[in-house]
Structure formats: structure tokens, C-alpha cells
């Protein structure tokens, strides 16, 4: 089944903690993304790659890391999470750039305390 | 200006209904428009794409674009109560990377 994995689904964690929430997708998409949603503000980009080490940033990259060392992982790092960091995060992942038709994982809610 | 904005909600329409929503995008070079369906909890799931002007249907849902005036629609004929959903606007912002959303259209089907 094409799908894309986040992991974990839900993490609570405090402030300076380092976390690493998963993305992997089993269809060889080249391009993949980083979201954050928060009420009122839609899907914000935060972190994209369009192919193995090749990652740039989005519209609210920081406090945020990425990398792509294999096509099918793309890792969302934050090295000291804030309280501002709580939100709901979905990776996803397109095989053309072109037409950029993305496939969504299943999301990851963020409690930082 | 926000790159991509979606007509405020939430829009309620009863059961059987025409829902309309709209949406404005900033970039003048997009080509790419998308129209996501999200549930409450869910992830966003595509429901339409369109990249050329006019009308392009798909069984209850018609989407519209018109590059000119910036603008892309979603119609959702004969609505149904699982037609209840968040509805996202997506535009390909230049370069082709980037997909911008707008916050979402939030739709009530009244049974």
C-alpha cells in the first residue's frame, strides 16, 4: 500500500528537549515537505526536499532541521522545542514538481510544555 | 497579502444543497491548483486538481479557474453530510516547489 509514515502520532515533551519526529514514504517520491497547522493559519511550509541532500526552507523554518540522507526518510529535528513549537505537523511527499500532487501522512500533535 | 486566501467560513448549506467555495491567489505565474478535503483529526486528502482556465468536473465536485482574475472555486452539487470537512485551497507558487495553502473553508452539511 503507498503510503506515507509519520511517527509518533502524539508526543508531549517539555522546553530544550531534542525530538525527532519520522517521515517515510514507500512510493520513490522525490519531493518531499514539512507542515505545520495551526488554527486560523492553515498549512504553513516548513522545511522541503526535492531529492537525496538536497532540503531548503519553507515559510516557518525556524527552530527546525531536516535531512535527506536516503530518498525514502525525511526526519523533522527540533533540537530545543518551545512552547510556540506546539502544533499539529504533516509531512508529505509528491513524485513530480511539475504537478506537486502530495500525499499526506497521518500527522503528528506536539505538546511542548 | 497572504499568497493564498479562501472566503472566510464556516459555511453551512443543507443536505442536498450547492456548497460554493472560493478562492484568491497572489502569484501570477502559478499553474498549479488544488482543492483538499480535510477531516477534523485527519490529514488533507486531494479531491480535485485543475491547471488550465474553465471548468473541470468530477462526479459531485466542479472546480473553475480563472487565471486572469486569480481566482479558483470548488462547487460541491447535491452536498451530502459527509461532505462536513475542512476544505483547503493549495496554489503551486513559482517555482514549482512550493505549495501555498490558504487557512480553510470549514462545511457543515445540514441533514
Known amino acids: 500500500e503507498a503510503q506515507v509514515t509519520q511517527n509518533p502520532r502524539y508526543l508531549i515533551t517539555v522546553t530544550g528537549k531534542k525530538l525527532t519526529v519520522t517521515c517515510s514514504q514507500n512510493?520513490?517520491?522525490?519531493?518531499m515537505s514539512w507542515y505545520r497547522q495551526d488554527p486560523g493559519l492553515g498549512l504553513r511550509q516548513i522545511y522541503y526536499?526535492?531529492?537525496?541532500?538536497?532540503?531548503d526552507k519553507g515559510d516557518v523554518p525556524e527552530g527546525y532541521k531536516v535531512s535527506r540522507k536516503e530518498k525514502r526518510n525525511f526526519p523533522l529535528i527540533l533540537e530545543s522545542p518551545s512552547p510556540n513549537q506546539t502544533s499539529l505537523y504533516f509531512c508529505?511527499?509528491?513524485?513530480?514538481?511539475?504537478?506537486?500532487?502530495?500525499?499526506f501522512g497521518a500527522g503528528t500533535r506536539l505538546s511542548v510544555l | 497579502q497572504k499568497e493564498v486566501e479562501q472566503n472566510s467560513g464556516p459555511l453551512s448549506v443543507p443536505e442536498g444543497a450547492i456548497a460554493s467555495l472560493n478562492c484568491t491567489y497572489s502569484d501570477r505565474v502559478s499553474q498549479s491548483f488544488f482543492w483538499y478535503r480535510q477531516y477534523s483529526g485527519k490529514s488533507p486528502e486531494l479531491i480535485m486538481s485543475i491547471y488550465s482556465n474553465g471548468d473541470k468536473e468530477d462526479g459531485r465536485f466542479t472546480a473553475q479557474l480563472n487565471k486572469a482574475s486569480q481566482y479558483v472555486s470548488l462547487l460541491i452539487r447535491d452536498s451530502q453530510p459527509s461532505d462536513s470537512a475542512t476544505y483547503l485551497c493549495a496554489v503551486n507558487i513559482s517555482p514549482d516547489y512550493k505549495l501555498s495553502f490558504g487557512a480553510g473553508t470549514t462545511v457543515t452539511v445540514r441533514a
Open positions: 508529505a511527499s509528491s513524485a513530480t514538481l511539475a504537478k506537486n500532487i502530495q500525499y
Open positions: 512510493m520513490n517520491h522525490e519531493y
Open positions: 526536499s526535492m531529492n537525496v541532500e538536497v532540503t
